[in-house]
């Protein structure tokens, strides 16, 4: 029996060792299933498929926390989708120092798929890691940005409507939304 417990406990060290988060895990992961989702409700006569966009921005390579894919039909271009990371509060909440180093940010998931113009026609936010303002998962208030297309500046409380109780989560999503919009937009010139 003691022989048993010891290979038990030999394999659960091994199964901790090998499931712990390495740097590699802190990429954004597609969701792939939510993606395939969103395109076959958009283009419902097509077969989308998702092929990676390769980055000529050596500073956008860098960039564990975003990924484009162009969606394909063939040899048709439908659209694209962007996945990315929104950075809200430190964990412990909006108050902790940030002059701490060791605190880590908050962040949540999300992506858009756009036509072939990057014009938007869906945003899904989904992996919510923050403990404040999960209101901005909602698809009522994520519809305000379907038909933005980056050539006009997003105003949160103005053009974006502001969430009581979301307020950061809110604001940061619509900067980044504008922020990853241009970085499609120059990707595709």
Known sequence: MAFRLTIANILIVFWVV?????????AVKLPT??????????????????????????????????????IIDGSDTLGFAYVGRVYSCRSG??????????ASFEFFDYFFVANTEASILKVKVYNYQATHGHEVMGWGWLRQFVGYSGSSTL????????????TISASVLTQRIQQ?????RDLLE
């Open 18 to 26: 090998f499931t712990a988060s390495s740097p590699a895990d802190d």
């Open 33 to 70: 299933k939510k993606v395939n989702k969103v395109m076959s409700r958009i283009w419902k006569d097509a077969s989308p498929q998702l092929k990676p966009l390769l980055r000529n921005n050596a500073e956008f390579l860098k960039d564990l926390e975003s990924q484009v894919y162009a």
């Open 93 to 102: 909440g909006c108050d902790v120092n940030l002059s701490e180093e060791s």
């Open 155 to 166: 105003i949160y409380g103005k053009d974006i409507q502001a969430i009581s109780g979301a």
């Open 180 to 184: 990853d919009q241009k970085y499609l």
